[in-house]
């Protein structure tokens, strides 16, 4: 048998963006037959809906709310409900899984980490990073920055890329051997609903029973199954070129040269 979960997704209450309660989503994911999710809200360099303002434990505070709701929920209706982030750097992505509100509580200078240091210290308290959506290309991202080391693994479909941003990540994942997830990015449960097609994720063999399981799977490079069809990730004559970069020792850019998409 295998377990479904939603790996990437927002809230309102965390997420600038977020179209839907942390509740909301719960109810969502028990109806599609998930066996659990992890709330990822947006962090504080990114789209989060937390004024930056406050002091450190409010922030933290409103920032776990969605998580906070979506569990409460899910203990009521039997959904496993795990906490995680998104943060942001410059237009770059990590998911960051294994650590919890009352280690963000004694870490206020987590906010202000470079790359490598969000790297080192994540993994130095247990938990794992995985580049979200790396080849996406938006209008608020200026540059296609790949921060292969800065990660354990990189989210290789994401419900919210065009397909052609998975395929050329689905290549540099296989490539550089990475620990590949997929996630939706799930802003709002009523669509959720609406287009189940659109919310992904992953299958594991095994139950988690914290978020723990989760990290371990992905440090030990367990198996982990996508929830996506194959043809995502089909190669197509007019995909466009995709400029895309290493980031060095100081974390600046350096073009990689490479056309993921049509060689
Ligand atoms: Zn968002
Ligand atoms: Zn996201």
Not at 85 to 96: A, H, T, V
Not at 117 to 126: C, L, N, P, W
Request: glycine share 10%; hydrophobic share 35%; with cysteine.
């Amino acid at each position: 048998m295998a377990y479904l979960y939603e790996t990437h997704m927002h809230t309102c209450q965390g997420s600038a963006c977020g179209a839907s309660t942390g509740a909301a989503h719960a109810r969502a994911y028990k109806e599609l037959g998930y066996t659990g999710i992890i709330v990822t809200d947006h962090f504080f360099r990114g789209n989060t809906a937390v004024p930056r303002d406050l002091p450190w434990e409010q922030r933290i505070n409103l920032f776990c709310q969605g998580y906070e709701d979506a569990w409460q929920e899910g203990q009521r209706i039997g959904l496993d409900v795990f906490f995680g982030w998104e943060q942001n750097f410059n237009g770059d992505e990590y998911l960051i899984y294994g650590l919890d509100k009352a280690w963000l509580l004694a870490h206020p200078e987590m906010e202000h980490w470079t790359r490598q240091q969000q790297f080192d210290e994540v993994h130095k308290y247990g938990g794992c990073v995985i580049q979200a959506h790396p080849f996406r290309d938006r209008g608020y991202i200026a540059a296609i920055r790949l921060g292969k080391q800065f990660c354990d693994g990189i989210e290789v479909s994401n419900a919210g890329n065009a397909a052609y941003n998975d395929a050329a990540a689905l290549r540099y994942g296989k490539e550089f051997g990475f620990v590949m997830t997929s996630g939706s990015d799930n802003h709002n449960a009523d669509n959720a609903l609406k287009y189940p097609q659109g919310v992904t994720g992953v299958s594991l063999e095994k139950k988690l029973t914290s978020i723990h399981d989760w990290v371990d799977i992905i440090r030990t490079r367990q198996p982990i199954g996508l929830c996506v069809p194959d043809s995502r990730f089909d190669i197509r004559e007019d995909a466009p070129h995709l400029d895309t970069y290493w980031m060095d020792e100081n974390e600046e850019l350096v073009p990689t040269g490479r056309d993921w998409l049509h060689e």
